[in-house]
């Protein structure tokens, strides 16, 4: 009987070795870290891999992520320069660096971090107005991120950026801010309806002008066409009557052939040179001078009317 349980209890001291020594067999898996007591005190960070840790002794003190982290801090109430109070709310990316210094240099690393932001915030949007907090959201991130960085270095924290996630003016400031940019809006319609009519005018003035310059131009080629018509009309009219004139002095010619061929008289003569003053007296001339070799031919003329009345 001794025996035996004897043996029972051999076994049940090996399980509960057994059990201990698997409880000190700790596995820290990718972008973790464990901080290791001994004793009360610290001992160790222990980083990815397979680790003992002595039994009794040894407690895990905190189990910390290195991964970069996310935190949004509720609205925060804060008063400009020009004494405007709003609300504005902010995230924070940060990352572990040191899980040592994170596990004892504050209480509360994430209280304090949005403590801290607070307090930053309310100190550099004091310096501003209005204004200048709405349009300097990279200015107010940029020197909250390296107050941060500067305040959280002991805590074994990195703050890698911050960003301004909201800003909240009061109703009043949003009312007159929208009546604002719908008078802005307004103004920028009206600018651009005005823009629109101006350069509408100005092509429409360009459009008349153009075709003014394409009406004088054609006027100007219809008037050397009809110049240039007008031109070789007058110069067929010439030659035509230059034909004319060539061919009355051709049968004049002819005439005065054939008067010669018959051997007629002076008188005769005489009387064709008068025949063809006469026919020159039918033109269009005003004045016609008769030489005075043929002045004589008249009374000759009368004679001959004479004689022929009395036959």
Known sequence: ??????????????IILLLIIVSCIKIVPQA??????RLGAYQATWGVGLHFKVPIIDRVARRVTIKEQVVDFDPQPVITKDNVTMRIDTVVFYQITDPKLYCYGVENPIMAIENLTATTLRNIIGDLELDETLTSRETINTKMRAT??????????????VELKNIIPPAAIQDAMEKQMKAERERREAVT?????????????????????????AEKQAAILRAEAKREATIKEAEGQAEAIMRIQQANADGLKALKGAEADEAVLRL???????????GQ????IIPSEIQGIAGLAKAVTEVAKEK
């Not at 001339?285 to 016609?288: E, M, S």
Request: no cysteine.
């Open 285 to 288: 001339a005003t004045k016609i």
């Open 1 to 14: 009987m001794g025996g035996y349980v004897g043996t029972v209890v051999l076994v049940i001291l090996l």
């Open 193 to 217: 309806r005005a823009e629109g009519e101006k350069k509408s005018t100005i092509l429409v003035a360009e459009g008349k002008k153009a075709s003014a310059i394409l009406d004088a131009e």
């Open 32 to 37: 973790h870290a464990v901080v290791i007591e």
């Open 272 to 282: 064709k040179s008068l025949e063809a003053f006469a026919r020159a007296a039918e």
């Open 148 to 161: 941060l960085d500067v305040a959280t270095d002991p805590w074994g924290i990195k703050v890698n950026r």
